[in-house]
């Protein structure tokens, strides 16, 4: 069947997260075609014709259960999509058939004017570039803690021996696995010994720690604000959510308009920024997940998180 003004969501087909936003629309009667470009091939076919008609952009997309018109489409939440690896095919085939996969599905949906983006992938990758997260965080006024990015070890040395205590930390998220098992980069402490030679190879990442007493994560979901306080004592809560009591709180109104400014610099209408207390309750930006998760905030507090994202799809317009 065709679907009349769908919402597409593009995500892997494990994610409780989408799930949620889904279910939501479901309630509101709001089409869903769901897909994930890693099942390119049978289960997802796309067609788009383009000088032929008065639209830009014409054609379908098709998966195992819907076949949506691309010119009906209200809004897109690009979620978490897996792309193709093609394992089985040799190296130079797998990288050939990969980059056609992005350039021509993922072409075809980024030339669409029409839908609201949340968030456009390309939006969300030029956001996703800690540099350049720091220099507009502190152009809005945002108070940032002192970083440095460098691959000369002198400077590391001298930065991290100027503040109390430092961390170091990754300048994006990348899969990483030694002797076969998952590691993940978390905010560590790093000392002047540490440093050596092989600080040249990339660019690393140092920061001066806020003497911080809590953090906060904060949602944007159109013009919506929904900030919840996590109490840990971790430097780095993410290693133990187990310990984590959460609170719904109020940022100060300048600091919220900040954010929305942030999230309007980049192009985005969604986006999750992590915010450190410090003792005398300043809040200090560390950081912006253009698309970040939240659903386990939204069972811990009750905050209608899912039911702010089917709002903003339903509208299919930018706020």
Known sequence: MTEDKPVLVATEADD?????VIAQLNRQGVPVARFNPADIGAELTLSARFGTCPSLVAGQIRTSSRTVDLTTVRSVYWRRPVWPTFDHLDADDARFAAA???????????????????????????????????????RLGL??????VTNDPAEARCFITSHDQVIFKTLRWTPYQRDGVP????ADPVTASEI?????????????????????RVLVVGRQVFAVRIDSGMLDWRKDYSALTY????????VEKALLAYLDHFGLVSGSFDLAVDKTEGLWWLELNPNGQWGWLEESTGLAMSA???????QGVTP
């Open 100 to 138: 056609h996969v992005r350039h021509g599905l993922g072409g075809i949906f980024y030339a669409l004017d029409g839908p609201l983006w949340v968030n456009h992938p390309l939006k969300n990758a030029a956001a996703d570039y800690k540099p350049a997260q720091l220099a507009a965080a502190q």
């Open 247 to 254: 609170s719904v709180v109020n940022l100060p109104d300048p």
């Open 183 to 186: 590691v993940t980069g978390w």
């Open 196 to 216: 050596d030679e092989s600080v040249r190879v990339v660019p690393h990442l140092f920061q001066a720690v806020v003497d911080k007493v809590a953090d906060i």
């Open 16 to 20: 409780p997260t989408a799930d949620m």
């Open 308 to 314: 702010a994202f089917a709002e903003l799809l339903t």
């Open 143 to 148: 108070a940032v803690p002192p970083t440095l």
